[in-house]
């Protein structure tokens, strides 16, 4: 690729929000603001999000998506909004002070960068190549195409042909298989064991903790799921305590019987097959603190 590509060009501009985070904390905020501002030009031709919007918009993504936090909403919204502009890839209309969310309802204005989004405008392929990268950088693929659905993207992009995913990191191709071996066959929280033709079916290798975020493609980090509980588990809405006891948030509501069969979940303690090796606990602290949504439900 020349210097002067256009599409490597706005990469490297980007590249920085797609670093993943050495200390092990998610930090999606940067990112989500880039991807609501790609959707926006998407949508309409122009990223520009008047303050007004993002304060609910943004604010719901972070709360949905990011982890949990006792921030609330506005000043939520208003890091990123503000800080931003430091990579060179966001503007405001008016010169505010960084995270004060007063002076930003005074009818501020954010968009990307003029160069930036011109190039962007000019290519709408750009688009999608852009919000892919930043999506897969940030989220396992069970989130990833939520979050486009989110942000007005179309989560068909993620089909889009292979991307580096994240420089320097490769997923091993043998541990989905062992891991399911490790577990039977069966979702560790439900025990559904499905097969087709003697292969396992709607069963995958979940990370406890994401491999976007340092997980390793280690056994202790690794639980066979069904793709149900799989989704639930990367979404928060499920979680596990130190004693491998299964733990439903609050937040998941359901009507039927059988969405609310997740309910029965909660108390049930994993039983590992021996010599099967149980997640580890730092992994499990992990997910406790960077992706479980909400309080568990009484038990
Ligand atoms: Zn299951």
Redesign the pocket.
């Known amino acids: 690729m020349s210097v002067r590509d256009p599409a490597a060009q706005v990469a490297d501009r980007l590249a920085a929000l797609r670093q993943h985070q050495q200390d092990g904390r998610r930090s999606p905020h940067k990112p989500l603001l880039v991807l609501l501002a790609l959707g926006r030009l998407a949508r309409t031709g122009e990223s520009s999000l008047p303050w007004d919007d993002a304060e609910q918009d943004l604010a719901d993504l972070i709360q949905e998506f990011g982890p949990p936090s006792k921030t609330g909403r506005a000043q939520s919204a208003a890091y990123p909004f503000t800080r931003l502009r430091s990579d060179g890839v966001w503007t405001l209309d008016r010169d505010v002070p960084m995270d004060n969310v007063g002076p930003l309802r005074q009818g501020v204005t954010g968009r990307l960068e003029a160069s930036l989004e011109a190039a962007l405008r000019a290519r709408p392929a750009l688009v999608d190549e852009v919000a892919r990268g930043l999506v897969e950088a940030h989220f396992p693929a069970t989130v990833a195409p939520d979050v486009l659905v989110a942000v007005g993207l179309d989560p068909e992009l993620l089909r889009g042909g292979t991307v580096e995913f994240i420089p320097g990191r490769r997923r091993s191709s043998s541990w989905p298989a062992q891991v399911l071996e490790a577990w039977d066959r069966q ?6 064991d499905g097969q087709v033709g003697g292969v396992p079916v709607g069963l995958e290798a979940a990370h406890i903790r994401w491999f976007t975020v340092d997980g390793p493609d280690h056994l202790d980090n690794g639980l066979a ?6 989704k639930l588990f990367d979404r928060g809405v499920l979680g596990l305590d130190d004693d491998l006891t299964v733990v439903v948030s609050q937040r998941f509501s359901a009507r039927t019987p059988h969405g609310r069969a997740v309910y029965d ?1 909660h108390g049930q303690r994993l039983r590992p097959r021996p010599g099967t090796p149980a997640p580890a606990e730092r992994h499990l602290v992990w997910h406790r603190e960077q992706v479980f949504h909400g309080r568990p439900l009484a038990a």
Request: overall charge neutral; aromatic content about 16%.
């Open positions: 979702c560790a929280f439900c025990g559904f799921l069904c793709s149900l509980h799989h979940l």
